[in-house]
């Protein structure tokens, strides 16, 4: 059962990674997540893209409705995906 569990996260981790690649490759896709989200993106806004990726991961957390591997962790994966953006960016800001 612990094999399962580590290869589960391990898939999750390259979901969200991969995810996260698409995203920056083409950052006009971050406007189909939420609202604004690629503006905030393209003015370095790093908080705010974090800030809006907790608030949809949060959002999914309370409206837990659907199973893994029929499309309903997609949301999830978005939210995880634009947090490690902001963290990313913020991150290369600072060592800037």
């Not at 390259?14 to 690629?38: C, F, Q």
């Not at 963290?87 to 600072?94: E, G, I, V």
Request: proline share 2%; no cysteine.
């Amino acid at each position: 059962m612990k094999n399962i569990r580590a290869r589960a996260i391990k898939t999750a981790r390259e979901m969200i990674k991969a995810r996260a690649y698409r995203l920056l490759a083409k950052p006009a896709e971050l406007e189909n997540i939420w609202p604004s989200l690629w503006q905030a993106f393209e003015d370095y806004n790093n908080q705010k893209v974090i800030a809006v990726g907790k608030m949809l991961l949060d959002e999914e957390r309370d409206n837990a409705r659907r199973h893994f591997g029929f499309g309903g962790e997609i949301h999830a994966v978005n939210a995880r995906a634009v947090i490690l953006i902001g963290r990313a960016r913020r991150l290369a800001a600072r060592r800037a």
